[in-house]
């Protein structure tokens, strides 16, 4: 069955940095497209970022474009998103998502998500 | 951005009630539209895609209709697992976007 792990969530000062990994098992990683979700406390969910199976045009939201980058490593099946310049509002629960669609290069719902990370920007 | 609109936000029902909720986009999506179940502290669950389309292993309770702009998600008999907030996803662009959600209570 398909597993998604999180990790590399904390508490954080704003202006740094943090990187986020999902381990991914269950599926054949390197075929999929892989989506970045996240979830503000008592809040609804956010979409971040996607990156297509095999690593080309990254799309990202607003709100985090030209701070966070999204990337993968399909020989460590391992999802990962770098967190430049964080903010307050950035704080949340983060959620690696298996986008649906095999080969796909946009994105699709998702069917497959981790347990979440959770990063506390605060002062 | 496409931003999606659920009504209502917060829905008090019993068990065994009918319960619909709306979700409405600001321009026409066709049918790219998800709705997922969220328990606190749980990631969500897709329940349907392509507006109608049952996940695999999700209860036939739940359906899903609408195309274009308006969409609905209706739970036929509410069970006491079904006690959740309910979002809706678009993904008719290269921008995901989710509605604000709907919390189904126990009234």
Known sequence: ?123 | DIQMTQSPSTLSASVGDRVTITCRASQSINSWLAWYQQKPGKAPKLLIYEASILQSGVPSRFSGSGSGTEFTLTISSLQPDDFATYYCQQYNSYSPTFGQGTKVEIK
């Open chain 1, 1 to 123: 069955q398909v597993q998604l792990v999180e990790s590399g969530g904390g508490v954080v000062q704003p202006g740094t940095s943090l990187r986020l990994s999902c381990a991914a098992s269950g599926f054949i990683f390197r075929s999929y497209g892989m989506h970045w979700v996240r979830q503000a406390p008592g809040k609804g969910l956010e979409w971040v970022a996607l990156i297509p199976y095999d690593g080309t045009n990254k799309y990202y939201a607003d709100s985090v474009k030209g701070r966070f980058t999204i990337s993968r490593d399909n020989s460590e099946n391992t999802l990962y998103l770098q967190m430049n310049s964080l903010r307050a509002e950035d704080t949340a629960v983060y959620f690696c998502a298996k986008d649906s669609i095999l080969a796909a290069q946009s994105p699709h719902y998702f069917d497959s998500w981790g347990q979440g990370t959770l990063v506390t920007v605060s002062s």
